[in-house]
């Protein structure tokens, strides 16, 4: 069964750090988002991207948060100046129209 | 803005016990999702209800939605240490794919 892959697994960084998460969607997917979950706690919608585009957008989703799609596979999320409130498990998901969101592993950010 | 509410947030049941954990949302959706997830792990799909009255169901677990009265239900039935997990509900803003989750259930299964 295909599925959504995200990398690295686990990424340590220095408070101030830019990181690049990354995530490859599942292939004929046309829906793509990012949710993060704090240690604990629910999961938190971020962004979604549709027809190369931010469809939607949360709050917590500010200008040290971007979303790209660069070769038509890849889906990444930079964060230009990592906080320590950043620190959280960070899931990738796909959807085609309105199936439900099928989800990555999950990237686990730590900033220290 | 839509919210979701579960309860209970933590259960603790034993073996062969039957459990119903509730999931309110504040706002017209129509359609709910229940997500299951393992410590550390991804959230993987378990039901997709998708109109009012839907009855789905897997293996020891039921799922219902009533969108009138705004009210998912998951339904344990005789429950196995393996259904040990956290359970989110979810549903999304109406007119647009954003789920907003619930709180979560973390269900603990005693032998």
């Known amino acids: 069964e295909p599925e959504v892959t995200q990398t690295p697994s686990h990424q340590v960084t220095q408070m101030g750090q830019e990181v690049i998460l990354r995530c490859v969607p599942i292939s004929n997917h046309l829906y793509f988002y990012w949710y993060r979950q704090i240690l604990g706690q629910k999961v938190e919608f971020l962004v979604s991207f549709y027809n190369n585009e931010i469809s939607e957008k949360s709050e917590i989703f500010d200008d040290q948060f971007s979303v790209e799609r660069p070769d038509g596979s890849n889906f990444t999320l930079k964060i230009r100046s990592t906080k320590l409130e950043d620190s959280a498990m960070y899931f990738c998901?796909?959807?085609?129209?309105?199936?439900?969101?099928?989800f990555g592993n999950g990237t686990r950010l730590t900033v220290t | 803005e839509l919210k979701v509410e579960q309860n209970p947030l933590f259960l603790s049941m034993q073996e062969g016990k039957n459990y119903t954990i509730y999931c309110n949302y504040s706002?017209?959706?129509?359609?709910l999702y229940w997500y299951r997830q393992d410590p550390g792990k991804s959230l993987e799909s378990l039901f997709v209800?998708?109109?009012?009255?839907a009855v789905k169901q897997e293996g020891r677990l039921m799922a219902s939605l009533d969108t009138k009265a705004r009210l998912s239900t998951l339904h344990i039935t005789a429950a196995v240490h393996d259904l040990s997990a956290t359970y989110f509900c979810?549903?999304?803003?109406?007119?647009?794919?954003?789920?907003?989750f619930g709180t979560g259930t973390r269900l603990t299964i005693i032998p």
């Open positions: 998901a796909s959807s085609d129209d309105r199936a439900p969101l099928h």
């Open positions: 979810a549903a999304p803003n109406f007119g647009n794919e954003k789920l907003t």
């Open positions: 706002t017209t959706s129509d359609r």
């Open positions: 209800l998708l109109s009012n009255g």
